[in-house]
Structure formats: C-alpha cells, structure tokens
C-alpha cells in the first residue's frame, strides 16, 4: 500500500532555522505581522520576507498560496517557501497552503515553521494529500521513489501529535482507496479485492466474505447476472465495525465494485476502456472509509458492503433482452448489460437493509456518464430521500472541499424505467440519465429508511490534478463520508 509521507512534530528549536538544508516554509499574514520562528527567519534573510509581505506580488497572492525565495542570503536552506496564511486560518486555505508545499517540495526535505497555528494538522494534511504517487508496477528500486521528510516545527509537539493521529488515518485511507482505483484489473481481481478488504480484519474491523454459491442462495440474481460472463467469482465482503453503542444500529456503506467494465455484451468503444479500472471506485471508497473508522478507533457503528464482479462479454455473459431476479424479488428487463452498476447495488443494498436494519444507507458507484455531463469532474451527484440526511452530508462535503451537488428524485422519471415483460428495466436510456438510475435504486429501499446514492462517475478518477491529488484516482468521498460519520453518527 502506497504510505502518505511522514510527518515528524519538532519542538520550537529557532537556532535550527539557520542551518536546516532543504526548503524552510513560513507563514505570512501580512496584516498581523511575523511570529517569533519567521521574524528569525527574516532576520536571517535580511528582512527579505518583511521587504516581499510590502510587495504587490504578496498582496495579490491568495490565502494558501505559495512564494519561493531561493537560495536566501544567511540560511543554509535551499529555498525560503513564504506561505501567505492568516494567524487563524479556515480548513480550506490550511490545506492549501499544504497541497501548495506538497507539490514544490520535491526530493528535498521540508522544515515548516508552523508555531502555535491551530490549523497545523490541516496544512499537515494537504502535504501528504498532494504527495501521492502509485509506483507499485514501476522497476526502478524503492529508493527512487523515496520521499523527502518533512518536519513541522510547533509551540506544542505533544498536543499537535495528538490532534495528527486522526488526520493521517484519514490521508491512510484516501491513498488505501486510490491504490484500489489506480490497480489494474489483472492485479485487482474480485479474488485480490476480496483479500486485501479481509486483511482490514488486523485493524479490528470484522470481514465476511459470500461466495456465489452463498449469493445463489440468497437470491442475488441480479448482482449474479452482470458476473456471469467472467471467470473471476462475484462476491459479497461485509466489513464491520463495531466502535458505538453494544447492539446499536449501523449506518450501512454500499459500493459497487465492478473491478473491469467491458460493457459486457453491450461492448463499449475501445478507446478510453482501459479507464474502466476504476468502475469500482464506490466499492473503494466504502474500503477506505472503513479503514479510517477502525484506525482511529471511531465510537460508531458502521457497516460496509461492496458488491465484486467482472462484467465481460462470453458465451455466457448476461445478454441484452434478458430478465433477472433479484434478491427483493422485483424483475429486471436488461436492456443493456452496460448499465450493470446498478444491478450490482439493487441486490447489496436489498441485503444490506435486511440483514443489518441499518439507521440510514448510503450508496457510492462510478454509475452513469450522465453524471459527468451534468456536473462535469467538480461534484458528485447527490440524490437521497431524506433532507436531513442529505443536507448533513452536503455539509460535510463542503467542509472536506470535496464537490457535491443535489440532483432530482421523482416519480415522473419512473416511466423511463418501465418494462412491458418485467417489473422494471435497467436502462431508460440516454434522458435523465443519471436520474433514472437513481429511481430504480430508490426501488431497492426500504421507504422507510433515509438513503443517499452517490454517482461519483466524475469525480472518482479525473485526467488533471485536482486540489488535493495528482491526476488519476483521487479517493474522494472518504473524507466526506468520515466528516459525515464523526459529526452526526459517533456517541
């Protein structure tokens, strides 16, 4: 598993400043003046960084953004990174300020002068966020993938180490979840998957595996369909935590997890299907926030499933026309076996209400283009049948800076989705194309039950950076998702 870069908390040592080889950052208000370890660096300097904060450059800086003074005249450092922060900064320019130093840093190693700024864990965040990079299937040795240290230097190392152990479960488990997506499906099959979610089970989480004799027999014959055609097993894996009240119930995580999409029959066009990788970001998502809950030890109780199949085209593969049972024991008209994320979910998310009578359900998949032609690659699609609910994670979304966007429910949409053979069919086509996956979702919960489903085709892996990753995976959501599960789900 790719690590996030190490963080090394140092007590306030001003004489180090002078002698430090590599890039030395600060932290430039401007309006409120130096602290006392970047009026040391300004003395050392010269009064460069009190000559730059009265420049026009620093004034049309925004807050998290980054100035290189190189070589500075009476330091040995390299380069005096100037960071224009205010003393008290939000969330949002913290981890700017962070990603910003992330991605200058280079081979050299980082002394940042953060003191007493309460943000710190946050500008902690942004460097390991941005500093991702998948090397698992390169042949150079491990040494040139070597990342430079980084030391932060604080007023309270004790306190500042506390507040640090939460935050790196969380980049943890957003790099756990982009080496998901980034693997290729010949390393990543249903088979890996299933183990590498099964090895979570040394963090504390409880892992069960149901295998498709398993999934027969409880009827799944809807998530059964879109496998048959591969000779990777689909599979079911259930992590557990367990960390709130004794016998209290969980909100339920559900992911797809079509490890490669083929389109199956309905064969997709061969440019860009190398892409289709990802087609199981949801189910790396779920994996993700599951291993945040138990490495922090989260005081709830959250239960995850991700639904893992191959969808590829073979003599036996699932044919456009045909008619599925799923596990509820609706029917399906399969129009076209390239709409088979949802047909994955329908079973798991049936399941997971079943077995689990879980609080709320919230559901994550790669589902629909459409999603990307309405938001394009900035917000998830957010449809759920509960305000509260939705408007909780909305909340969290935006205080993660991850895009989400509220998109429609309704029962108009419904006659897109009708089927004069089945109970419903699996596609209504290119209109509202986003929404109708969503309502024959809705059609697999329980009216009773506050459900979100998130289409997060757009943002799960994008071809230029974005504000926290490199361009590729971005493990978006489980920021989000843990945001959403401290603040409203922990006792």
């Not at 953004?65 to 500075?72: E, H, Y």
């Not at 399941?351 to 609080?359: E, I, S």
Request: aromatic fraction near 6%; charge should be negative.
């Amino acid at each position: 598993m790719t690590q996030p870069s190490e963080i090394t908390f140092l007590a306030n040592d001003l004489d180090q400043i002078a002698t430090f080889e590599g890039r030395i950052a600060v932290f430039l208000s401007g309006a409120d003046g130096l602290d006392l370890a970047a009026r040391r660096a300004n003395r050392l300097s010269q009064g460069a960084i009190d000559r730059f904060a009265q420049s026009k450059t620093f004034d049309e800086m925004k807050p998290g953004q980054v100035f290189s003074l190189n070589f500075p005249s009476g330091m040995a450092a390299e380069a005096l990174d100037i960071v224009k922060l205010p003393r008290r900064p939000e969330c949002e320019p913290a981890r700017a300020a962070g990603v910003a130093l992330g991605k200058i840093r280079g081979s050299q190693a980082v002394l940042v002068l953060a003191g007493n700024n309460p943000k710190t864990s946050d500008i902690a965040l942004g460097i390991m966020l941005r500093g991702y990079n998948f090397n698992d299937h390169k042949t150079a040795t491990d040494s040139d993938f070597d990342v430079a240290a980084t030391y932060v230097m604080v007023s309270n190392t004790e306190e500042q180490e506390a507040a640090f152990h939460a935050v790196r479960a969380v980049a943890e488990a957003v790099f756990f979840t982009r080496d998901l997506v980034t693997e290729p499906a010949n390393v990543l099959t249903t088979t890996e998957f299933a183990d590498r979610l099964v090895a979570l089970g040394d963090l504390g989480l409880k892992v069960e595996v149901l295998e498709e004799d398993k999934l027969a027999e409880l009827g799944m014959g809807s998530l059964l369909c879109v496998g048959q055609g591969s000779a990777s097993p689909s599979k079911v894996v259930v992590m557990k935590w367990d960390g709130g009240i004794e016998g209290a119930s969980p909100l339920a995580l559900v992911g797809k997890g079509v490890v490669f999409d083929t389109g199956g029959i309905s064969l997709k066009p061969a440019g860009g299907m190398e892409d289709m990788t990802m087609d199981m970001g949801g189910a790396g998502v779920v994996a993700g926030v599951m291993q945040a809950l138990a490495a922090r030890k989260a005081k709830a109780n959250v239960v995850g499933l991700v639904g893992l199949v191959e969808n590829m085209p073979s003599s036996t593969a699932t044919r456009p026309g045909d008619v599925v049972r799923s596990m509820k024991g609706d029917t399906i008209e399969v129009i076209n076996t390239d709409a088979e994320g949802r047909l994955v979910l329908a079973d798991v998310l049936w399941y997971a209400q079943t077995r689990f009578a879980p609080v709320a359900v919230i559901d994550l998949a790669t589902l629909t283009g459409a999603a990307i032609v309405a938001l394009g690659h900035e917000n998830a699609a957010v449809f759920s049948n509960d305000d509260t609910l939705c408007q909780n994670f909305l909340d969290a979304a935006a205080s993660e800076g991850e895009g989400a966007w509220r998109m429609p429910l309704g029962r108009a949409y419904d006659k897109l989705i009708k089927s004069p053979i089945a109970d419903m069919k699996n596609t209504g086509g290119r209109p509202a194309g986003s929404v109708t996956a969503a309502q024959f979702l809705q059609r697999f919960v329980r009216s009773e039950t506050p459900w979100i489903h998130l289409d997060i085709a757009g943002v799960a892996y994008i071809k230029s950076e974005s504000t926290y990753s490199p361009k590729g995976a971005t493990g978006w959501g489980v920021m989000s998702l843990n945001r959403l599960i401290a603040d409203r789900f922990e006792v």
